[in-house]
């Protein structure tokens, strides 16, 4: 299901279908409605109430040096760069590997609601330049919450492991800050490895039928414990699998990983 999102009002638009389940690609929002098949779960983070694991609290503190700057949506070579090397690194063979820097420029500036590019940037040696690009994340901000669009970031940062979940949890942190009830993680669908890094963020709730319920403390322990294994006995992804357990070649660039 889609529908455009244009004119004085995509904003309201876009706030009102974020929260019954859609996405925005560009200037479109989207959300999966197949056929006997209801996998693919929104879901997002009460903000005000997130309670940070330790290694969560580590990763805080490892990389709480970074400037981050709320840039307006315009792409640059140098994030366009991260980009590619985070694909090669994370996504090799997926359906974004063959973008070049228009399909990007397409991606971060083509939006008709408020959106930012958050970029994440190491210390300066002199303080004044800007320090080098570490992350990125293009991110919608909605009327509820911040919903994360997409992120990447330096895949091989020998110092700062974890970046990309602190992009997470520094837009949980950004959205308490601001008031805003939520951070939207987009999709997940239970059982694919690519997305299982979402689970690990409390409290979470998911979308369903009669509306937002959140994870029992009980169920979100058993789906992180879950994730941990596969990690430990390392579960391969199913064959053809792309970003966010998305088919090869089919896969979305906008979806939020």
Not at 58 to 76: G, Q, Y
Not at 154 to 163: C, M, N, T, Y
Request: proline letters at 5%; glycine letters at 10%.
């Amino acid at each position: 299901m889609f529908t455009e999102l244009k004119g004085p009002h995509a904003d309201a638009l876009n706030d009102a279908l974020g929260r019954i389940g859609f996405r925005r690609s560009q200037t479109v929002a989207y959300r999966p409605s197949c056929l006997d098949c209801t996998a693919c779960v929104s879901v997002r983070v009460v903000a005000g109430e997130f309670q940070p694991s330790s290694t969560q609290k580590r990763e805080l503190k490892r990389n709480a040096d970074l400037i981050v700057t709320a840039c307006r949506p315009w792409s640059t070579n140098e994030q366009f760069e991260l980009l590619q090397r985070y694909l090669g690194a994370r996504h090799p063979g997926g359906g974004m590997a063959a973008m070049d820097d228009v399909d990007f420029a397409d991606m971060v500036e083509h939006t008709p609601v408020t959106s930012f590019v958050y970029e994440y940037r190491e210390p300066s040696a002199d303080g004044v330049t800007p320090g080098r690009l570490v992350g990125a994340c293009l991110t919608d901000r909605q009327g509820d919450g911040l919903s994360m669009i997409y992120s990447f970031y330096d895949p091989d940062h020998a110092q700062r492991s974890g970046l990309g979940n602190y992009i997470i949890l520094d837009h949980i942190v950004r959205a308490e800050r601001e008031a805003l009830p939520y951070v939207y993680l987009g999709y997940w669908v239970e059982g694919s490895a690519r997305m299982q890094y979402k689970v690990r963020y409390r409290p979470l709730e998911r979308l369903g039928r009669i509306g937002w319920e959140r994870l029992s403390a009980a169920e979100q322990d058993s789906l992180i414990a879950n994730a941990a294994s596969r990690r430990r006995n390392d579960v391969p992804l199913p064959t053809g699998s792309g970003k966010d357990g998305v088919p090869g070649g089919q896969e979305q660039y906008q979806l939020f990983d």
